[in-house]
Nanobody
């Protein structure tokens, strides 16, 4: 069983930065793709970034490309999301997710149903 625990959320002003962390416990070989999703009130869950745990390939949603960076430390079983140049529209609950299969992307980006494991979420609030 894989368990994910996020941390690092908080409140910042526009233009600021935050780094989210996702600690993974359990059988590390049971997942091949790690991702960050976010969901704002009244909106659908959006996949913002993903990393192939073996190979290191990454994906970013257009809305965060150039501002967010996903990375992993496999020795620590931790995935990070560095968020720079934050905007008020980045305000959301951010969730870490793991998938047993390799990362797959469609024209719509990441698909939440592809992910087997989810963290409890960490809130990010960006004020103008």
């Amino acid at each position: 069983q894989v368990q994910l625990v996020e941390s690092g959320g908080g409140s910042v002003q526009a233009g600021g930065s935050l780094r989210l962390s996702c600690g993974v416990t359990g059988y590390s070989y049971s997942y091949n793709c790690m991702a960050w999703f976010r969901q704002a009130p009244g909106k659908e869950r959006e996949g913002v970034a993903a990393v192939q745990t073996r190979g290191g390939g990454t994906y970013y949603a257009d809305s965060v490309l150039g501002r967010f960076t996903i990375s992993q430390d496999r020795a620590k079983n931790t995935v990070y999301l560095q968020m720079n140049s934050l905007k008020p529209e980045d305000t959301a609950m951010y969730y870490c997710a793991a998938a047993g299969d390799v990362c797959t992307y469609t024209d719509s980006g990441l698909s939440a149903p592809d992910f087997n494991y989810w963290g409890q979420g960490t809130q990010v609030t960006v004020s103008s």
